[in-house]
């Protein structure tokens, strides 16, 4: 299933038809959840690939055993795309830990009723679309992503694949006020106190750690464990779906990369639409606080 050039558009949002197709959207939508699922939730470029570490970690009280031998697309995968239910099937999970990039609303009459633990990953969108921007770049199967500027503004207006990072954020941050069973936190929040992040998924999971499991969490979580580790860091996939010499996914894993990208224009821009977009949300992001200033090494310490 190649397909690199087809795009599929589902409720109005489009997505990669090299991972997608009509079939396997619609299957999403009529997931049976069990209680026991844990539900990793994102918009594209948020941190999925680290919190699906950090959950398997958790899952296998810091055993890096899983970690570094089953690809994340089959310990986690993503529950829109097409081999999913195949993954399921073959290699039985327990638990099952499942991906998706959908908005909550179309998820919403799937998960109606079911306790499957839900934890939503959010990210500073400037940081998102620079990501997304060179992640494009890479991946073949998404569209030649131009000049940032022009991605920048199909991000904005929402066009970009798998939607409106607005429209996301909101849709999923609402039901923190309502749903017991979703933990959202940042990307920040991981960047700047993993221990602590680890913690609270690890509470939020009912699986408590050892001092010593945790830190094992911690070590085999990190970028640069991640970086090294073939598992997550794509090159597992080949040069003809991701050309690996137009960069790396795991690529700077800071915060405030923006910065290197972002022109004044560009940055005032994306301020006023984010104020205008985000004044129905009442939620406070951690890069609302002093930190979003700051540029953070990739232990998540201030450079
Ligand atoms: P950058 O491109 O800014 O480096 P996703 O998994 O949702 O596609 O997100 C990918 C982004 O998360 C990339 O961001 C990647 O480097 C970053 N990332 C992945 N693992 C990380 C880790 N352990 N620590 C910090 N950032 C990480």
């Not at 638990?95 to 499957?116: C, D």
């Not at 779906?241 to 795991?250: E, L, N, P, Q």
């Amino acid at each position: 299933m190649a397909r690199l050039d087809v795009t599929e558009t589902f409720h109005g949002i489009t997505f990669p038809g090299h991972l997608h197709t009509q079939d396997s959207l619609q299957s999403a939508l009529r997931f049976p959840f069990q209680d026991t699922d844990i539900l990793i939730v994102s918009y594209p470029k948020s941190g999925t690939t680290w919190m699906q570490e950090i959950v398997t970690l958790i899952c296998n009280r810091g055993d890096p055993h899983v970690c570094q031998t089953v690809p994340n697309w089959t310990r986690a995968p993503w529950l829109e795309q097409h081999y999913c239910a195949m993954v399921l099937e073959k290699y039985p999970l327990n638990p099952r830990v499942i991906t998706t990039h959908l908005p909550q609303h179309l998820l919403e009459p799937a998960l109606q009723g079911s306790k499957a633990k839900v934890i939503y990953v959010s990210r500073n969108p400037k940081d998102v679309v620079v990501s997304y921007y060179h992640f494009c770049k890479m991946a073949k199967f998404f569209p030649d992503p131009g000049s940032f500027q022009d991605f920048l503004n199909q991000f904005l207006d929402g066009r970009s694949y798998y939607g409106s990072w607005f429209d996301h954020v909101k849709g999923w941050t609402r039901q923190t006020e309502t749903m017991s069973n979703l933990l959202h936190i940042t990307y920040e929040e991981m960047s700047l106190d993993p221990h602590c992040a680890v913690e609270k998924i690890s509470a939020f999971l009912q699986r408590p750690l050892v001092e010593e499991e945790l830190n094992s969490c911690l070590k085999h979580s990190s970028f640069s464990s991640m970086k090294n580790n073939t598992m997550v860091n794509c090159t597992l996939i080949s040069p003809e779906i991701m050309d690996h010499s137009k960069g790396c996914f795991m690529r700077k894993g800071e915060l405030g990369n923006w910065k290197s990208l972002f022109t004044d224009e560009q940055n005032q821009h994306f301020e006023s639409v984010f104020s205008s977009r985000m004044q129905d949300c009442s939620l406070k992001f951690v890069w609302d606080v002093p930190h979003e200033n700051r540029i953070c090494n990739k232990e998540g310490n201030p450079n």
